[in-house]
């Protein structure tokens, strides 16, 4: 069963505000969903190892420096003086 | 008017500027009309690019003029689903947080497109970030059937397939993370195709689930579907997973173009029962008689078994949300996002209150992918998705041992309405039960309209071997000159 309490951690880890209404919902439709996956139980651990990427590491492209055209600056919407905009660290 | 330019698949519109029957300009202006006219209607379209698309079609006729060679798709009306970036013009998303966003690069098959001489007339509509199967999470409002404004487009690609059907473009790129073209294509009754997974670049494409998504085409026709894969598909060193295939290193060496029609013949075609049982037995019916018609034009068709499949739509699901969850944390507001003052804020209270304009939707799919990932659950289900879908790849395999082709419904329901099953996600997810197979095994998929039930359209799913979009093309389009089902919806 898929607590509210886990559903509000999950929430907080995962940097999203959800209110007590929002709690409610998710929890019975996430519950709902996590038992429908409960499924997977039944798939044995035996099963030869799971998918791996096709390509070997040594084909990697060169890392080529590509200049940004213009001011990088302009496509962003929280910035002040040339520097980007940012909330308090401390 | 059944005369109007905009009327014209890409074939038609293609040979049509090159032979000099009508300009660029004048086709394009015809599809910018239609566009204005009909997606009040619709609502297929997030972004009309008018001024960048006549600009391109004055600049295409001007080198006909002056006898320059133009590329494949010269002059053809492509809309782009708004998950792709495009250089200079908006890419949302269909979502608060990248509703402003304005990409300073193009996406590789941006590039290609315009190579090629498409005219990227704008930016189609979708679920939020790609998440859902109707087109109903977009931050624009849902796009509305061609067929019938009160039903469901399909999603998450629901602008692109509305937009072909509805005449406002002649073919649209969209993406497929777990049946996203296809699903729009079936409900819309156009030609939708899921390329194997590197088959075409995914650089530029806004991440949901990485192991799963590709870049698909849609169409009027299985010919315009692969006249876009004739200038899209190919290896890109933007983007490693992408792999050579005989028919893109043929092109390599000079040889164009990628894909053309070939008759075959004796194709070994197997039906997947399992994909079929739940089906609505309107959608299973027409299935059937689609079988007899493979039987009925030289192919050895029979009822094959897919038992891993039992597994596909959880596997699908975990692994897609697990993914999300991680390709979601970037959207923090600071590198790209809306105007909303940071300075106010400690950090982690700034983060959580802008995150919390992603929608319903996705905070939804952001959660589970946490839960599964989360240190006392992964062995549980994240562990087991991997397993058990190198279960379905391994059956899969060995399925096209047997057949050249499985075919299955594309969706197993009709088109619904609008409301039906947004408040119910576990419901909303196992329509995509007949998609997810292909997404899960990496290969190739097209969805071809294979008839109507009340005015509603039904899809087919034709399903080929990894690489094997030639013999899907070819099966695809014999049996699409089989069936006269052409017409288009009156809006």
Redesign the interface.
């Given at each position: 069963m898929v607590s509210k309490d886990e559903i509000k951690h999950l929430g907080w880890l995962s940097r999203l505000e959800l209110t007590d209404k929002d709690l409610d919902r998710y929890a019975s439709q996430i519950d709902e969903i996590i038992r429908y996956f409960d499924k997977l139980d039944t798939v044995s651990l035996v099963v030869s190892e799971p998918a791996s990427s096709m390509k070997k590491v040594s084909e990697l492209r060169k890392d080529n420096i590509l200049m940004f055209e213009g001011d990088p600056l302009e496509f962003l919407k929280n910035r002040k003086d040339g520097f980007v905009k940012g909330p308090k660290m401390v | 008017m059944e005369n109007s330019l905009y009327h014209l698949n890409a074939e038609q519109v293609a040979s049509g500027i090159r032979n000099r029957d009508f300009s660029a300009v004048e086709y394009i202006s015809q599809i910018l009309e239609r566009i204005e006219k009909i997606d009040v209607k619709i609502n297929a379209f997030v972004t009309v690019d008018s001024e960048g698309a006549i600009e391109k079609a004055r600049s295409i006729d001007d080198r006909i003029q002056h006898g320059e060679r133009i590329g494949g798709l010269g002059g053809v009306a492509i809309g782009v689903k708004d998950n792709i970036c495009t250089k200079n013009l908006k890419t949302t998303c269909a979502s608060r947080m990248l509703e402003?966003y304005?990409p300073?690069y193009d996406a590789t098959v941006i590039k290609k497109l315009k190579e090629n001489d498409a005219i990227i007339v704008g930016k189609l509509n979708l679920d939020e970030f790609a998440m859902g199967s109707t087109t109903e999470f977009s931050r624009f409002g849902p796009t509305r059937n061609p067929w019938n404004i009160n039903y469901v487009a399909g999603g998450s690609s629901g602008g692109s397939a509305a937009s072909v059907a509805a005449l406002e473009c002649a073919i649209s790129l969209g993406s497929d993370t777990g049946g996203s073209v296809r699903c729009p294509a079936s409900f819309c009754s156009v030609v939708g195709l899921k390329p194997t997974y590197?088959c075409v670049s995914r650089y530029g494409l806004i991440s949901y689930s990485n192991?799963l998504e590709q870049i698909g085409t849609v169409g009027r026709t299985v010919t315009d579907v692969m006249m876009i894969m004739n200038a899209i598909a190919g290896e890109d060193?933007?983007d490693?997973?992408t792999?050579t295939t005989p028919a893109t290193n043929a092109t390599s060496r000079g040889q164009t173009p990628k894909y053309s029609l070939q008759n075959k013949r004796n194709i070994r075609v197997g039906l997947v029962k399992e994909l079929v049982e739940g089906a609505d037995p309107v959608v299973s019916k027409c299935i059937y008689s689609a079988m007899d018609l493979f039987v009925g034009s030289d192919c050895k068709c029979e009822e094959t078994s897919l038992k891993s499949g039992?597994?596909a739509?959880?596997?699908y699901?975990?692994i897609a949300m697990a993914e999300a969850?991680s390709n979601l944390?970037r959207y923090d507001?600071?590198?790209?996002?809306?105007?909303?003052?940071?300075?106010e804020?400690?950090?982690?209270?700034?983060?959580?209150?802008v995150?919390?304009n992603?929608g319903e939707e996705v905070?939804?799919r952001?959660?589970?992918g946490?839960?599964?990932l989360?240190a006392g659950y992964y062995g549980?289900?994240y562990?087991?998705?991997?397993?058990?879908?190198?279960?379905i790849?391994?059956e899969i395999k060995s399925l096209f041992e047997k057949y050249d082709v499985l075919i299955s419904p594309t969706m197993p329901i009709l088109p619904f309405k609008f409301g039906e099953k947004i408040d119910d996600?576990?419901k909303m997810?196992q329509i995509d039960i007949d998609t997810v197979v292909a997404n899960l095994a990496g290969i190739p998929a097209i969805s071809i309209p294979i008839g109507f039930n009340d005015g509603l359209p039904i899809g087919l799913q034709i399903m080929a071997n990894e690489m094997g979009e030639q013999t899907l093309f070819d099966v695809a389009s014999s049996f699409e000159s089989t069936i006269d089902i052409h017409g288009s919806p009156k809006i």
């Open positions: - | 402003e304005i300073p590197g192991s060193a933007n490693q997973t792999r039992q597994y739509l959880a596997s699901y975990t969850t944390s507001n600071i590198r790209y996002g809306f105007d909303s003052n940071p300075e804020y400690e950090w982690n209270t700034y983060f959580t209150k995150r919390s992603f905070k939804r952001i959660i589970i946490s839960y599964v989360s549980k289900y562990l087991k998705a991997q397993k058990a879908r190198e279960m790849k391994q996600p576990l997810y």
